[in-house]
């Protein structure tokens, strides 16, 4: 078993600043070849897996899915990590129900992501 070296594959949608999160988490600066400025910016790992789920929405229905794979090869990445809208909702079930159940605990103390 190999040791965590990088990000977990990961399909979100398509909000926030997942990307530049990973990049600052895991990202490699690569080393200087010689020739030019040396780099100085981290780049992704090739075993990296990101895929973006981007839902367009008119009022209440649902228009149109687009599937933008962010790292990592596509092919690849379908037999990973699948390019479903199930894994987003449920990561987004899961960060509210966590959040409900914090402020039953304790609703006068705690103050959630969603609190203004």
Avoid: N
């Avoid at 070296?5 to 979100?12: E, F, K, Q, R, S």
């Avoid at 895929?51 to 092919?75: A, F, H, T």
């Amino acid at each position: 078993m190999r040791p965590f070296a990088g990000p977990p594959a990961l399909v979100t949608d398509g909000k926030g600043a997942y990307r530049e999160a990973m990049l600052e988490t895991w990202g490699k600066v690569p080393e200087y070849g010689g020739r030019g400025a040396p780099p100085k910016l981290p780049r992704p790992g090739e075993d990296w897996y990101y895929v973006q789920i981007i839902k367009k929405r008119k009022g209440r229905k649902l228009e149109s899915v687009r599937i933008k794979i962010i790292y990592g090869d596509p092919e690849e990445v379908k037999k990973k990590v699948g390019c479903h809208t199930a894994y987003v909702e449920r990561t987004h079930l899961t960060c509210a129900t966590d959040e409900w159940t914090a402020r039953s605990q304790d609703p006068f103390l705690f103050k959630g992501a969603s609190f203004p």
